[in-house]
């Protein structure tokens, strides 16, 4: 069983009790685990890996597998508990790692954002085909990712970005046009527009292959202004291939991402860029089930840029600061935040300036389903409360129907029609939720978007505990075996 070695002779192991007691509370069987983890080394190109019951078992009594089996153990036990479950929080040693895979907490200079930025996206060019690089990494939570985030607000001196025009004969090396930036600058919208219209699947590569060409770009010497826009360039990339990476499932890559994206914003000087990749960080971290760390990180990005950012980023900060309070169950704050997003975004046509490319998706249907996925949280943290499950209904519904005439975000149109599925499953109305979660996957289909997939799974998954016995769930539970079958390896 070549690859499941432990990590290096150990007379007295002593049982890991840290793993016991994660692994019985995820309710599975030794083989059960085997398998997922032997399923998850496939789709990570592992094909080296071959875990069997013993195995496991010697794993539980203090063995030390070596990797990438922690890192898949810590994806596995995250996924199935709905928070972040680090390598650590399991008992298992952490293999030592390199400056560019270890943490979050770099250092907020332009030449380091640059070598991490040109490592990092090389290596993951270099290795996503076989999956090791998701694996390489861990998750940060809690101080650990909040605390070095905090110093996104932390001025840098100036020098870091050079003022002075490069010699004649760099000029002469390296020309770099007007419209060739601008070219590299529409080639970023074009790549958003792909992620809204197909997925995170299917253009990931591609964006992290143009974000390594503008980190070498980077590494020449340009006019202060110039420099200032590659930065801009390589964050929205960063942060695009961060969103790809997460919405695919390959979390610890989407936070580096994400990480990355956000000091090479702060080398950009653009803290509105900023305060959107923290909103993205927060995202994920709602849905890693850390509600804590995503308020923090919103508020955090409230902070940083409540003198620059447009009405439209502030709307969709106020939503983003919603959701993370209805995840923790406090429906007096979610309130007040989800009027202060539809008072902020009746000032989004009458802002003087044109807003930047990656905020034009903050449209009035992403503020109604927004809006409504937290009243939807609020639902379920309230016990199921139908009263909350009411308030969700018309604005979920009203989302739909304005993407439904949106061909550019499909992704956003899958999402909002099985959101209202389980809002009508919360309305104890099956039949309607299986009408919609037969549009979802239909639309899924053509979305290569493991988190639309995942999410339609969990809503029939709960339609087939609570009416199981009801003809319509029977056939939607076949239907979504042949339209959406296992994932596809992300790349």
């Known amino acids: 069983m070549g690859g499941n070695g432990a990590g290096g002779a150990n007379a007295e192991k002593r049982p890991n009790e840290l793993l016991n007691s994660w692994f019985v509370r995820s309710g599975w069987s030794k083989g059960e685990l085997a398998r997922q983890v032997n399923r998850r080394a496939r789709q990570l190109g592992a094909h080296h890996i071959s875990t069997d019951t013993s195995r496991v078992r010697r794993w539980l009594d203090g063995e030390n597998p070596r990797e990438p089996i922690p890192r898949i ?19 298992l040693r952490t293999a030592r790692q390199t400056p560019s ?24 060019l270099m290795l ?24 996104w607000l932390v001025p840098t001196p100036a020098a ?84 790809m990476s997460y919405d695919v499932g390959l979390q610890p890559t989407a936070q580096k991402y994400f990480v990355l994206a956000l000091h090479a914003a702060k080398e950009a000087g653009d ?8 909103s993205s960080m927060s995202r ?11 308020l923090e990180l919103i508020h955090l990005a409230q902070y940083g840029s409540r003198d620059c950012a447009s009405p439209r980023t502030q709307s969709m900060l106020y939503a983003m600061e919603a959701r993370a309070y209805a995840t923790m169950g406090q429906p007096g704050k979610c309130k007040r935040a989800v009027r202060m997003a539809e008072d902020t975004f009746t000032d989004a046509d009458d802002w003087d300036e044109p807003d930047p490319d990656w905020i034009r998706f903050f449209s009035e249907a992403e503020l109604y389903g927004e809006n409504s996925h937290s009243f939807r949280d609020l639902a379920y943290v309230a016990g199921r409360s139908p009263a909350y499950a009411s308030l ?50 239909r639309v899924a289909a053509k979305v290569r978007s493991e988190r639309v997939n995942t999410r339609i799974r969990k809503t029939v ?20 075996a042949v339209e959406l079958p296992e994932a596809a390896e992300a790349v």
Not at 271 to 278: C, D, E, M, T
């Open 73 to 91: 153990l810590s994806e596995l036990f995250s996924e199935r508990f709905g928070c972040v479950v680090s390598i650590e929080d399991l008992g």
């Open 101 to 124: 895979t270890a943490g979050v907490d770099l250092p907020w200079t332009a030449p380091q954002t640059i070598a991490l930025l040109g490592e990092y996206s090389r290596s993951d």
């Open 128 to 151: 996503a085909r076989r999956g090791f690089l998701g694996t390489s990494l861990a998750l940060s939570a809690g101080p650990s990712l909040i605390e070095p985030m905090q110093r």
């Open 160 to 243: 870091q970005v050079p003022d002075s025009e490069p010699s004649p004969a760099d000029r002469t090396r390296n020309k770099l046009s007007g419209p060739e930036l601008e070219l590299l600058e529409s080639t970023t919208v074009m790549f958003r527009r792909w992620d809204a219209q197909c997925g995170g699947g299917l253009r990931r590569k591609a964006v992290v292959g143009q974000l390594h060409e503008v980190t070498d770009l980077l590494q020449e010497p340009h006019p202060a202004a110039t420099t200032r826009r590659l930065f801009k360039v390589a964050a929205e990339l960063a942060e695009l291939a961060g969103w």
């Open 271 to 278: 803290r509105p860029l900023g305060s959107y990749i923290l």
């Open 284 to 294: 994920q971290m709602i849905h890693l089930g850390r509600p804590e760390d995503a």
């Open 392 to 441: 969700a209904e018309p604005l979920m519904r009203r989302a739909v129907d304005l993407f439904a005439v949106d061909d550019e975000h499909q992704r956003s149109y899958a999402l909002n029609l099985i959101g209202l599925a389980s809002v009508h499953l919360l309305r104890r109305e099956p039949e309607r939720s299986t009408v919609l979660a037969e549009q979802a996957m």
């Open 461 to 480: 998954d709960t339609a087939n505990r609570e009416f199981g016995d009801l003809a319509e769930v029977v056939d939607l539970t076949g239907k979504l």
